[in-house]
């Protein structure tokens, strides 16, 4: 048998998928936005189950909070503050070599959200709010993209795939979005580890099925809930919404930019993210060598680290900046303008 033969003869052989279904598989894009728990976990199993190309998306890298879910991380990658994205592409191109992984190091954004999804199959939604999920939602009926949205709490978790076509759409569900900080998060409720692998477990075997094209919108609409510690589980049917501003009228609010969260603060800790206000390319070496007099400075190909008494600021090659240490933006601004201009 060859490597490949080798690699997927336990999906070769299974009744579901066989050989045509691998290599649907081996043809198929699947953006995952998020490198968290849900991300990590679902990224594992189409890396490893052959997904041509994943691309990989996260604003964020690595902390010591994360090492308790999210799979693939190391204490290293926390030591190094290794963005999530690069981090994750690294530890799954050990277990797959013969698949394309791109990593995003970059914010899932109204202005680069369409860039990123540019000829995807399938977006999975391993995000942590629901401003993004309702880009991703917009992002979906604008494409035709089907998605999978995803969440877990404490120890509960649920999943609903939409096809981005027909029946349903996030906002047929949800309607509008809640006011900010009205809602828990994993960072004030905590999160049971197996609650939110079993939410990407549900996730990535929907991708599998719905990728291989067998009845591939036959999940369309069902929302799956789950609490692994009371091991109840319940489907329910989400119905479409004649009045639906996205999936009746078409209307994109979150998509062009009118309903963008607040990126400022970084949930669950203590830093501020500073955006360009007028995106130009950047040479991260050259300004490396300029940094220097300012503090350490570490020049990674994405990003580069500037670490002083008060600060550490991290900067992507997308000129995005994170401060940590600081809360306050106005500061974190006024730093971006001194260190890198705009
Ligand atoms: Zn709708």
């Not at 691309?55 to 799979?71: E, G, T």
């Amino acid at each position: 048998m060859s490597g490949t033969e080798e690699r997927y003869n336990r999906h070769h052989i299974l009744e579901a998928i066989g050989k045509d279904g691998q290599k649907r598989l081996s043809h198929s894009k699947v953006l995952i936005v998020g490198c968290g728990a849900l991300g990590t976990h679902s990224a594992e199993y189409l890396a490893r189950g052959g997904i041509g190309e994943l691309r990989l998306v996260d604003r964020d890298f690595v902390d010591w909070s994360n090492l308790q879910r999210q799979i693939g991380f190391t204490e290293e990658d926390v030591r190094n503050g290794t963005p999530k994205a690069l981090a994750l592409k690294k530890h799954l191109e050990k277990a797959n070599s013969a698949i394309t992984i791109v990593a995003e190091p970059t914010e899932f954004q109204f202005f680069n959200a369409e860039k990123l999804a540019r000829d995807v199959d399938l977006i999975i939604d391993a995000s942590d709010n629901i401003p993004t999920r309702f880009l991703i939602n917009d992002l979906s009926w604008k494409l035709s993209i089907p998605w999978i949205y995803g969440g877990a709490i404490e120890t509960r978790g649920h999943a609903l795939f939409l096809s981005g076509r027909d029946g349903p759409c996030l906002r047929c569900y949800m309607g509008e979005p809640p006011p900010p900080g009205t809602l828990q998060t994993c960072d004030t409720a905590g999160v049971l580890g197996p609650a939110v692998a079993m939410v990407s477990s549900i996730q990535a075997s929907m991708a599998i099925r719905s990728l291989t094209g067998e009845d591939p919108d036959l999940f369309c609409g069902r929302l799956f809930r789950l609490d692994a510690w009371k091991m109840d589980w319940k489907e329910s049917r989400i119905e479409s919404d004649p009045e639906c501003r996205v999936c009746s009228r078409g209307s994109f609010d979150f998509l062009d930019g009118k309903g963008q969260l607040n990126s400022e603060s970084l949930c669950g800790r203590e830093a501020v993210q500073v955006h360009p206000r007028t995106p130009n390319d950047i040479d991260l070496q050259a300004l490396a060598r300029r940094l220097e007099s300012a503090g350490k400075v570490e020049c990674h190909p994405r990003y580069l680290r500037l670490t002083t008494e008060d600060f550490v600021m991290t900067l992507f090659d997308d000129q995005r900046a994170i401060f940590d240490g600081l809360t306050d933006a106005s500061k974190a601004r006024s730093l971006y303008s001194r260190y890198v201009g705009d």
